[in-house]
């Protein structure tokens, strides 16, 4: 589980605004979530903090793919549940330095899946919304003072909500979230995305290359592509038929100020011919490819109906690494899946050994209710799973490590974001995603200028600025 907050938006120019503030648990697409949010609800007077205690309104952006995701809610609301009742008593007797009375808001995808418990184990919650409908929390939060229990997003209407968000967004720095995709189709069996995020959707090609062109005027010079299948965008384009994730990397590029674009999560199964002929000839399209594949076991894929195999996979990844040769892996990979056996997990290991990634997330099964895996024969002991995750994690940090240690001596074009923690210093990416620190660069954020790198970490680059960037500078 990860944790974002919402950065802190600029003065509307109120005296005393109301205060806001957003936990985000989970994937990108919560956080780009999460930002949309804050951006609804600006206009009606809510600047973000970076505390519960001190927000009049609390919004628990959930994900469900990770174990005990909703436990993990509610030990959250607990706490704030506390705050709430502190707020009401204060407000009673006068005590302190008291605000109005908090709403608390649980939203995503544990609020589409679990939305009526929710509101049944925990009477603190005001609001509960999934994440095709935060769109309307304006519109709750107008009637939250005449009743609480409202919840709404047990349909899917993605459209609804992106033609509702407003198109000027809240950004903080050079690199933006951008969803274009949502939803999906695939069903895998250990999945709950396709009950909680509903079927895939694409949003028009002139809807993503407008708010791409907002982002740009705003200072944005990275744009990250955002989809549960992101490689299966099909949005309409101007003349009407559908257009393709590939066509749309060319479009955004030819944006003035879009120098990099990168995109996430993909399929195997949706990578085209012509998406990945568009990573040889496309500039602006970052050589670094999250592509997913859980298991190296066809036995284990089969199982999980993935419906491709490690065969086609690794077939992929030449035809990938053909058309670019300098392109970094990142994968996801789940061990102790139902039925898994020692040998299907050194299938595994020897794939992560052939095509050495850059970097990938391992994780360790956990059933999710209401999926086919959750039922399936052959659940594998705990300690074995654990065993089997530990050697998997060791391999894949020794990768990304080398990957990491290979460009010392090299220069490459980092894009910087950030100050660092000292003095001057400043943090950027590189073409392949990692962090670069770099001293006496902070007057370089939002640029792209030449780093000579130093020497590779497990997490991070060290480098410095190359004559060229200083004679620039």
Not at 84 to 95: F, I, P, Q
Request: hydrophobic share 40%.
């Amino acid at each position: 589980m990860t944790e974002t907050l919402v950065p802190p938006a600029a003065s509307d120019g109120q005296a005393a605004p109301k205060r806001l503030f957003i936990k985000t648990y989970g994937c990108q697409m919560n956080v780009y979530d999460s930002e949309r949010m804050a951006d609804v609800l600006r206009p009606l007077g809510y600047a973000t903090t970076d505390t519960a205690a001190d927000a009049d309104f609390v919004i628990l952006n959930t994900c469900h793919i990770r174990e005990k995701a909703a436990e993990k809610v509610y030990s959250e609301l607990g706490k704030l549940r506390e705050l709430k009742d502190a707020r009401a008593e204060n407000s009673k007797t006068g005590s302190g330095n008291s605000r109005n009375s908090m709403i608390i808001a649980v939203a995503g995808c544990v609020a589409q899946a679990e939305g009526e418990e929710i509101m049944r184990r925990q009477p603190a919650v005001d609001i509960v919304v999934g994440p095709q409908a935060y769109h309307q929390l304006p519109e709750l939060l107008t009637r939250t003072a005449r009743a609480r229990g409202e919840r709404i997003g047990a349909d899917f209407a993605p459209v609804d909500k992106f033609d509702a968000l407003p198109q000027a967004r809240g950004v903080n720095g050079p690199t933006a979230f951008l969803t274009v995709q949502e939803g999906c189709d695939k069903f895998c069996t250990f999945c709950v995305v396709p009950y909680t995020r509903g079927a895939e959707w694409s949003r028009p090609v002139a809807a993503v290359l407008a708010e791409a062109r907002e982002l740009a005027g705003r200072g944005v010079r990275e744009v990250t592509l955002l989809g549960q299948n992101v490689n299966a965008y099909d949005g309409e384009g101007p003349d009407g038929a559908s257009s393709t994730l590939a066509r749309l990397a060319y479009a955004l590029a030819e944006i003035p100020g879009i120098d990099r674009i990168r995109y996430t999560t993909s399929h195997p199964n949706d990578m085209t011919d012509a998406l990945i002929a568009a990573h040889g000839e496309l500039d602006a399209l970052m050589p670094w490819l999250h592509l997913p594949v859980q298991s190296g076991s066809d036995r284990v894929l089969r199982l999980m109906n993935r419906r491709h195999g490690r065969t086609k996979y690794l077939e992929l990844i030449d035809r990938i690494r053909g058309s670019r040769p300098d392109m970094a892996m990142s994968g996801d990979f789940i061990v102790g899946f139902p039925g898994e056996t020692d040998r299907d997990f050194e299938e595994t290991m020897d794939l992560v050994r052939r095509v050495g990634y850059a970097s990938a997330f391992a994780f360790m099964y956990s059933p999710r209710p209401g999926t086919p895996a959750a039922s399936m024969t052959g659940q594998v002991p705990a300690e074995v799973a654990r065993a089997r995750l530990h050697a998997l994690q060791a391999l894949l940090a020794e990768q990304q490590l080398a990957f990491n240690m290979d460009k010392a001596g090299r220069t490459v074009d980092v894009l910087f974001e950030k100050k660092g923690r000292h003095g001057a210093q400043a943090i950027g990416r590189s073409p392949w995603l990692q962090s670069v620190h770099v001293d006496d660069a902070d007057h370089l954020i939002g640029r792209i200028v030449p780093v000579d790198i130093e020497y590779g970490q497990q997490n991070s680059l060290k480098g410095r600025l190359t004559e060229k960037a200083l004679d620039g500078a």
